[in-house]
């Protein structure tokens, strides 16, 4: 089993930065792509950026050039930095990752359990 522990999210006034930081744990032989997500009330849940096992980065047009979505491998970790922050950021965040524990299997794919941003006018 694969467990994600989230961090960082909180209050902050608009125009300020949170770092956001999710980290795996458990049985873990490789992880392919790592993603954070966020769903605001009433709103579905939408895609903020991905980063991929060799880098590359994908971004929502609303955040881009904003957030900054990154991986430490060695320590299974995904963060997301959060810049010049806007009301409209206010939402639960969820990261999520594609993880298989050995060679011989399918990748699974894995929740966090969200961590709450609150953007203030």
């Known amino acids: 089993q694969v467990q994600l522990v989230e961090s960082g999210g909180g209050l902050v006034q608009a125009g300020g930065s949170l770092r956001l930081s999710c980290a795996a744990s458990g049985s873990i032989f490789s992880i392919n792509a790592m993603a954070w997500y966020r769903q605001a009330p009433g709103k579905q849940r939408e895609l903020v950026a991905t980063i991929t096992s060799g880098g590359n980065t994908n971004y929502a047009d609303s955040v881009k050039g904003r957030f900054t979505i990154s991986r430490d491998n060695a320590k299974n970790t995904v963060y997301l930095q959060m810049n010049s922050l806007k009301p409209e950021d206010t939402a639960v965040y969820y990261c999520?990752?594609?993880?298989?524990?050995?060679?011989?299997?399918?990748?699974?794919?894995?929740w966090g359990q969200g961590t709450l941003v609150t953007v203030s006018s």
């Open positions: 999520y990752l594609e993880t298989r524990a050995t060679i011989l299997v399918t990748y699974l794919e894995v």
